[in-house]
């Protein structure tokens, strides 16, 4: 049975960091690619980081480069989402799953105030 735990999400002041976590089980994990995707109030989800399955490649959505650095740890079934000066419009529910989509975790809120 797929699962995807994550973690880490909080209220923080515009400004912050936070590190997400998403431990997963239930399939081969390092056979997939993974991105963090998030769900904004009022907005359709949308991909903010993703990451091969080695590590060589990564993707970020524009509003978040520079701020956000997706990492994956293998041996852990698990990938993170560092999260520096974090502004009100990163505020949302943050998940985690594998690409293609699979099965949906509960995800972490975000919230960062101004």
């Known amino acids: 049975q797929v699962q995807l735990v994550e973690s880490g999400g909080g209220l923080v002041q515009a400004g912050a960091s936070l590190r997400l976590s998403c431990a997963a089980s239930?399939?081969?994990?390092?056979?997939?690619?993974m991105a963090w995707i998030r769900q904004i109030p009022g907005k359709e989800r949308e991909f903010v980081a993703a990451?091969?399955?080695?590590?060589?490649?990564?993707f970020y959505v524009d509003s978040v480069k520079g701020r956000f650095t997706i990492s994956r740890d293998n041996a852990k079934d698990t990938i993170y989402l560092q999260m520096n000066d974090l502004k009100p419009d990163d505020t949302g529910i943050y998940y985690c799953?594998?690409?293609?989509?699979?099965?949906w975790g509960q995800g972490t809120q975000v919230t960062v105030s101004s």
């Open positions: 799953n594998s690409i293609p989509i699979g099965p």
């Open positions: 990451i091969d399955r080695n590590s060589a490649s990564t």
């Open positions: 239930g399939f081969y994990f390092t056979g997939f690619d």
